[in-house]
């Protein structure tokens, strides 16, 4: 019998690079949903806290469920990534000088990954980017990894919650996916709707493109 997607979505491992004030909740949220995750941060204070199921933020409902999923054994946290299935980026993105983004701490993570990453991985620019940062990334690992061109998948998806209702807006809001083709759009829908509570139906969801209004994903 074939696996179903969400049984699929179990046995997988990711990694989250970033553990701040939105890559914290979303590892818990995706451990806590059966993914084993290793969450990747340089502070090793964060670390460290993380490791021994104490959140570093302040986010209601957020501890206990930190607890949980480290006390089994479901997230972990260390300060270099480790091979996994999928890769998602959730570094800030704060303003340099005259309001200019500073995609630095994106392009460093993608860096750090680079050597991890295999044929089938997919990876995920979570963090709020200006336009043409996925293609920039997806240029680097080509640079760097250039027998990975074309055989891994590559899409953005930011996140977007309020302090103080985390919990509930990452599993409740609607999520913007986009691939840098077709097969990494529809690859990201199928790990990343799992962490969402309203799931979709495969026969359900939109095409690449369309936008589903009484769902989650906008393509």
């Known amino acids: 019998m074939g696996q179903t997607n969400l049984e ?26 059966g993914i084993q995750v290793i969450g990747v941060d340089v502070n090793p204070k964060v670390v460290e806290m993380t490791n021994r199921g104490v959140i570093h933020i302040v986010e209601p409902g957020l501890q206990e469920l930190c607890s949980e999923v480290v006390e089994s054994g479901k997230l972990k946290a260390s300060d270099v990534p480790e091979e996994s299935d999928v890769y998602l980026i959730v570094v800030p993105t704060p303003f340099k000088g005259n309001h200019e983004p500073d995609i630095s701490y994106v392009e460093a993570a993608t860096r750090m990954v680079a050597p991890f990453l295999k044929k089938g991985d997919l990876f995920v620019i979570e963090s709020t980017s200006p336009v043409g940062t996925t293609e920039k990334m997806a240029n680097l690992l080509y640079a760097l990894r250039p027998e990975l061109e074309g055989k891994i998948y590559i899409a953005y998806c930011p996140e977007r919650v309020l302090p103080g209702n985390v919990i509930y807006e990452l599993m409740q809001n609607d999520r913007v996916i986009g691939g840098i083709n077709s097969e990494s759009t529809e690859k990201a829908i199928t790990i990343l709707s799992p962490l969402c509570q309203r799931d979709t139906p495969p026969d359900k969801r939109p095409d690449s493109g369309d936008v589903q209004t009484d769902g989650k994903f906008v393509t």
């Open 8 to 33: 699929k979505i179990q046995i997988m491992k990711a990694c989250f690079m970033g553990l701040g004030y939105i890559g914290l909740p979303t590892a818990i949220i995706a451990a806590g949903s």
